[in-house]
């Protein structure tokens, strides 16, 4: 398959496996950071750890949708779609993330009428084939996937469907980035930039890293080759003392970005003054909700909602995960009484969830050459 | 997904994935799109297309 083949070539991902065994220096311990689900899920598939060398290490970033909804919103979604009359729609892995009483799967076992959707477009047909039910989309997601919703949601309004809406819990990257390079927990040298999320916004809203940060940021796609690539250009970088933002994802990301796609985001939302993110708390400019022009879209304001947060259960290190702080196989209950099939944490529903990706690829711990 | 058929008046496309299964995607995004073209695709929505110089 073009563009996918080529990019998975061993043979290749062994020569800059090599290229990155000579970039690195000696003695010293290498943290990048992959800051996209999506990439997590690609280097525990492909073992793409296995061609680094031991100092050199890969922290999991806070990347993945589904992850960073805390239990608080899953809660409120719960209580919508417990309304009777109303179809609650959502993506397949938000159906199984816990909330404080059970998930939006355990409320349909309840009666509840939650359906699963591939895209909002879907919610909006079952809409429109249904007028006498009202039918609510549970919008998540990064800058990749909130142009989805805002089309629905302009599609809604020009055909005229008055019994949708959406209850909006859309993130934006940038701000946990910044709360995480704030953070005197993490030390980082550098960050594999999420593709998807620069196919919309660019790379430009990157910049602030080396910037004020100091740390080299290469934006990378999601083969194999790809994501060994992008981890040799940062060594490059750090190597050669320089230190910016560089666009390894050419074949699919300008680095200005989608302009039609942020036109239409900016019309359909705007931020919230603070959001809450699972594991980091409460970060600023960081969610994103309906603005004034859509509000009778809203489903936080067409329905009642609890709107309470909601602590993480005390056996799941979710957080921790999130901040890339621990590994998952540390967290307690890794495995045990946490498992894909039984998740505790949001980590371990999504296959981009860092937990899920090492639990469903085998990947633990283990010794690696040092250099 | 590949472009095998295109509807600009609506800004739909019915695609097809790499195991052949056709799916309609939401094209308004994009400032062009042609019948071949492969499209990255997001919850129904086409956000890119793959560079034409390196498809070519």
């Not at chain 1, 250009?233 to 302009?259: D, F, K, S, T, W």
């Not at chain 1, 699972?278 to 709107?307: N, T």
């Not at chain 1, 690829?361 to 040092?370: H, K, N, P, W």
Request: net charge negative.
């Amino acid at each position: 398959v073009k563009f996918v083949d080529e990019f998975r070539d061993a043979a290749l991902g062994r020569a800059v496996s090599g290229e990155i065994l000579s970039l690195v220096e000696p003695g010293r311990h290498y943290k990048v950071m992959e800051v996209c689900g999506g990439h997590t899920h690609s280097i525990y598939k492909y073992g793409v750890d296995d061609l680094l060398p031991a100092n050199v290490e890969l922290v999991h970033g806070p990347g993945c949708p589904v992850c960073v909804i805390p239990m608080g919103r899953v809660d409120d979604g719960i209580a919508i779609a417990e309304i009777p009359g109303v179809i609650f729609t959502c993506f397949g892995d938000m159906m199984r993330v816990p909330g404080s009483n059970g998930s939006l799967l355990d409320a349909k076992a309840a009666g509840a009428d939650v359906r699963m959707v591939y895209s909002p477009l879907d919610a909006l047909r079952i809409a429109k084939q249904n007028p006498d039910r009202e039918v609510v989309f549970f919008a998540i997601g990064f800058e990749t996937t909130a142009p989805s919703t805002a089309l629905t949601l302009k599609r809604a309004r020009a055909e005229g469907v008055g019994n949708f809406s959406c209850i909006c819990s859309h993130v934006t990257i940038v701000p946990p980035l910044r709360a995480l390079l704030e953070s005197p927990d993490l030390r980082l040298d550098g960050f594999i930039g999420p593709g998807h999320v620069a196919t919309v916004v660019g790379a430009r809203p990157f910049e602030f890293i080396p910037a004020d940060y100091g740390k080299p940021v290469v934006v990378a796609g999601f083969e194999p080759l790809d994501i060994l690539q992008s981890i040799a250009m940062i060594l490059r970088q750090l190597a050669e003392g320089r230190c910016e933002v560089e666009n390894q994802y050419r074949r699919v990301v300008p680095y200005e970005g989608n302009l039609r796609a942020l036109e239409v985001l900016a019309e359909v939302f705007e931020l919230r003054p603070h959001f809450e993110w699972r594991g980091l708390g409460f970060i600023s400019d960081s969610g994103l909700k309906l603005s004034q022009a859509y509000a009778d879209l809203d489903a936080e304001l067409r329905f009642s909602v609890p709107g309470v947060r909601v602590a993480d259960p005390k056996a799941c290190q979710c957080g921790e995960v999130l901040k890339g702080v621990i590994k998952p196989w540390e967290c307690k209950v890794f495995g045990t009484a946490c498992t894909p099939e039984r998740p505790i944490g949001t980590c371990m529903v999504s296959s981009e969830g860092a937990c899920a990706a090492y639990y469903n690829f085998g990947r633990f711990a283990r010794e690696r050459e040092v250099v | 997904m590949t472009i095998v058929l295109l509807d600009e008046h609506r800004a739909l496309a019915l695609c097809a994935d790499a195991d052949g299964e056709r799916h309609t995607v939401e094209t308004a995004l994009l400032e062009k799109a042609a019948v071949g073209e492969q499209l990255l695709v997001h919850a129904g929505v086409a956000i890119a297309s793959l560079a034409r110089e390196v498809a070519a």
